[in-house]
């Protein structure tokens, strides 16, 4: 069964940083894409941020030499290190396997990022 376990959010000043985690279990992780995705108050899921499974990388444009998703392909881990945050950085945050969009429909329970202006 796929799963996907979400860590490291909180709430921080506009200007902090955070790094969030994401533990993934139930498929062959290393040859996955694997991506971030949030959810901000009364707006619909969107990408954020992708790894290939080359370690290729793509970023949504508002985030760009801001955020930086990584992998550690030993530990079936995911991270995406948050710098410069501002308050339209604020939701929940999501990982999936998948580079352009979601690959499975099962979703972790997020974690919360809180950006105060």
């Known amino acids: 069964q796929v799963q996907f376990v979400e860590s490291g959010g909180g709430s921080v000043q506009a200007g902090g940083s955070l790094t969030l985690s994401c533990v993934a279990s139930?498929?062959?992780?290393?040859?996955?894409?694997l991506s971030w995705h949030r959810q901000g108050p009364e707006k619909e899921r969107e990408l954020v941020a992708s790894?290939?499974?080359?370690?290729?990388?793509q970023y949504k444009d508002s985030v760009k030499g801001r955020f930086f998703i990584s992998r550690d392909n030993a530990k079936n881990t995911v991270y995406l290190q948050m710098n410069n945050l501002a308050p339209e950085d604020s939701g929940v945050y999501y990982c999936?396997?998948?580079?352009?969009?979601?690959?499975?429909?099962?979703w972790g329970q997020g974690t919360q990022v809180t950006v105060a202006s």
């Open positions: 139930g498929f062959t992780f290393h040859s996955h894409h």
């Open positions: 999936n396997s998948g580079w352009a969009r979601p690959l499975f429909p099962n």
């Open positions: 790894i290939s499974n080359q370690n290729g990388t």
